[in-house]
C-alpha cells in the first residue's frame, strides 16, 4: 500500500469482526513498530499481543475505553527503569511515552496495510495498574505493572 | 512510496545539505501530521515551521540535541491548557506528548517519501523555554513557553 493512502485511509475503529487476526499479521505490525525511531536508540518499548478471547475480556475489564470485540489487542508497554537508565528523568517521563507512540503509529499505519481496523486505548483503570497516576509520575513502576497484569492475561508474548 | 519502503528506510540523519525544502513539501509534512490520531480526537497540537537560516541558528542556541544545519526546523507544540480543558490531567501530561508524537512520526515518514533527511530532537534548553521541568509536570506553560520561543525566531508558521 502506499505510504498516502495509509496516512489518509487509516481511522480509529470500534467496532470489530470476529476474524482472527493471523501470527504472522500480528509480528509483521511488531516489526513496524520497532522501525520507529526512540530517543537515544533507547528502544525500551516492549509489546504484548493478546489473541485469547477471554483474556481479551480480562483486559477489557480494567479498560473502559476499550470498546467492540477486537481479535487483537496489542499492549505497547514501556520498562520506565531501563528508560531512566538510558536517558535519565527525561528519558523516563517524556521519551518513553514518546517512543511509544511513534512506534504506535507505525503500527497503526502497518495494520491498515493488512486490511485490519485498530483504535488506540489510553483508558486503563488505574487501580488495575496498581499506580494512582498515569503514565509515570514519581512511580516508575507502571509500565511494569501493567506488563505484570497484560502477561497475567495473555495467551503469548511477542516481545 | 510504498508504506513500508518508508517505514524500512527512515533513518535518522544528521548532516544536512543546504537545498531549501519548499512550502508545498513542508504543508505536506503537515498535512500527513495532522492525519494522526489524537485522544478525544482533541487534535491540540500546533506545529511552527522555521526555515530562516539565522532564525535556525538561534533555535540551535536553546537545542544542544539539534547537529548539523537542516534547512527547516519544525517545532511540534501541544496547547496544554487546550489539551487540559479537553482531557483532563491524562490529556495535558500523557495524550498531549503522545499525540504529538504520533503525528511526528507520520510527518517522518512523509518527509522520508519527499527524499527529506529527518531526525526527532527533544532535548531543548530547560531555562529558554522558561521551567525547570519538561515536559509538563505541574507546570503547563512549557508548550506556550516554546511556542513563544519558537514564533519570536520563526519567519513564518504554518500552524
Not at 477471554?54 to 520506565?80: F, N, Y
Amino acid at each position: 500500500m502506499e505510504l498516502w493512502e495509509a496516512i489518509n485511509g487509516r481511522r480509529s475503529v470500534r467496532a470489530f469482526n470476529d476474524r482472527p487476526v493471523e501470527r504472522n499479521v500480528l509480528e509483521r505490525l511488531l516489526e513496524a513498530a520497532i522501525w520507529a525511531p526512540s530517543g537515544g536508540n533507547a528502544q525500551t518499548w516492549q509489546f504484548v499481543v493478546v489473541t485469547e478471547p477471554g483474556r481479551i475480556r480480562s483486559i477489557k475489564t480494567v479498560s473502559p475505553g476499550l470498546l467492540g470485540d477486537p481479535a487483537a489487542v496489542i499492549a505497547v508497554c514501556q520498562d520506565l527503569t531501563k528508560a531512566r537508565a538510558k536517558g535519565g528523568s527525561l528519558g523516563e517521563t517524556f521519551l518513553a511515552p514518546v517512543d511509544a507512540a511513534m512506534a504506535t503509529e507505525n503500527l497503526l499505519l502497518a495494520a491498515y496495510a493488512e486490511g485490519l481496523g485498530t483504535c488506540v486505548i489510553a483508558s486503563f483503570h488505574r487501580g488495575a495498574v496498581g499506580t494512582s497516576s498515569w503514565p509515570a509520575r514519581g512511580d516508575r513502576a507502571d509500565a511494569a505493572h501493567l506488563r505484570r497484569l497484560a502477561s497475567r492475561v495473555s495467551s503469548r508474548s511477542l516481545t
